[in-house]
């Protein structure tokens, strides 16, 4: 029989007597599997021999590949939805933290300008305060909307102390021209916010223990939560053992 990739009859039966137990002396290692069919099975080349094994069995084949998909991975959401909640969320970090910076390249630090007749002043760069505050607004929404798909308890957890935190602080958020919609996202009137007190955006935004720092800590749960739920989608760990995660030999239970 030929096989695939290489593989014919003859090399498929060697990896197949090795899992009986007359071999299971010498070699043995990882939960009584053969040092070299764990490898084999590491690097997917047993699942390459079993579909060639089975050949046209249209139903055998079936069964490997759909354990191969759902045998894996215990994660909550798929990896797709986890990496755009974690885009989301760092992006939603970074907008946070911009508005925390407390260096000289503070948005919050008080410049000043001269106009045509030569007069001076020294305030606040309205314009480029109400930018960064956009941009958090913008990544706020966006990691809201990202993580209606999640079913990770953490995530959602993270989020929802997130809204509750803006809750918290509605009122004086409507005072610098951020409203929060019934659907808990957030938008900003640029007059109204240019018109407001600085002092007071500063506050929010600024300060440790302010609303933006809340918000800061809350996206970095729910990047962490993602990134914990993602790492539940790999078999194996960095050192090639298998994770706690798993159960193993749930390949088998339905090819044997």
């Keep these: 029989m030929i096989g695939i990739s290489n593989y014919d009859s003859n090399s498929i039966h060697t990896l197949f007597s090795g899992l009986s137990n007359g071999n299971r002396t010498s070699n043995s ?20 021999l079993m579909k060639a094994y089975y050949g046209g069995n249209d139903s055998a084949s079936k069964i490997v590949e ?32 911009a508005l925390l910076d407390k260096t000289k390249k503070s948005v919050f630090n008080k410049v000043t300008t001269t106009d045509a007749k030569g007069n001076t002043t020294t305030d606040y760069d309205k314009d480029a305060i ?9 990544s706020y929404n966006n990691l809201l909307k990202k993580s209606e798909d999640s079913n990770t308890n953490g995530i959602l957890n993270a989020v929802s102390s997130m809204v509750r935190t803006t809750d918290s602080n509605e009122k004086l958020l409507s005072k610098v021209g951020i409203t929060v919609g019934t659907d808990n996202k957030l938008s900003i009137d640029e ?24 918000v800061s800590a809350k996206a970095s749960l729910a990047d962490y939560y993602a990134e914990r739920e993602a790492s539940k989608g790999n078999t194996y760990g960095n050192t090639g053992t298998y994770t706690y995660n798993y159960n193993t030999g749930e390949i088998y239970n339905t090819t044997t």
């Design 29 to 48: 290692g990882l939960l009584g599997i053969n040092i070299v069919d764990y490898s084999a099975i590491r690097t997917g080349s047993y699942f390459k």
């Design 191 to 214: 007059d109204t916010f240019k018109k407001a007190d600085m002092s007071l955006v500063k506050s929010l935004f600024n300060g440790n223990g302010s609303y933006g720092y809340q």
């Design 130 to 138: 109400y930018k960064k505050v956009s941009a958090f607004v913008d």
């Design 66 to 97: 759909t354990n191969k998909k759902t045998s894996t991975s215990t994660a909550k959401d798929d990896t797709k939805t986890l990496a755009k909640i974690e885009d989301a969320a760092e992006e939603l970090k970074g907008a946070s933290d």
